[in-house]
Nanobody
Framework: QVQLVESAGGLVQAGGSLTLSCAAS????????MAWFRQPPGKEREFVAR??????NRYYADSVKGRFTIYRAENTVYLEMNSLKAEDTGVYYC???????????????WGQGTQVTVSS
């Protein structure tokens, strides 16, 4: 199994910055993608950013392009968030998917989530 633990969430003012961390432990896959999702209050979980195992390919939701950066260092993936807006508020979840032939393989692994609150 794989365990994912998010940290460094918190309360920030609009326009501020915050960097989230996700530490992975347990089984290691040869090819995988790690991603951040978030769930705003009263809404469904949504995709935020994804990075491939090599770090060479990164993808972002339109709502965060130009403001958020995803990167990794060994077993930890980070989400650097800048120019935060009130609508960025939500519980942020770390995700890991093993990739086989470029496609996600189940099961998908999730962290417990960390709260990010942006005050206006």
């Amino acid at each position: 199994q794989v365990q994912l633990v998010e940290s460094a969430g918190g309360l920030v003012q609009a326009g501020g910055s915050l960097t989230l961390s996700c530490a992975a432990s347990g089984r290691t896959f040869s090819t995988y993608a790690m991603a951040w999702f978030r769930q705003p209050p009263g809404k469904e979980r949504e995709f935020v950013a994804r990075i491939m195992w090599s770090g060479g390919n990164r993808y972002y939701a339109d709502s965060v392009k130009g403001r958020f950066t995803i990167y990794r260092a060994e077993n930890t993936v980070y989400l650097e968030m800048n120019s935060l807006k009130a609508e960025d508020t939500g519980v942020y979840y770390c995700n890991l998917d093993e990739l086989v032939a470029g496609m996600s393989r189940r099961p998908s692994y999730w962290g417990q989530g960390t709260q990010v609150t942006v005050s206006s």
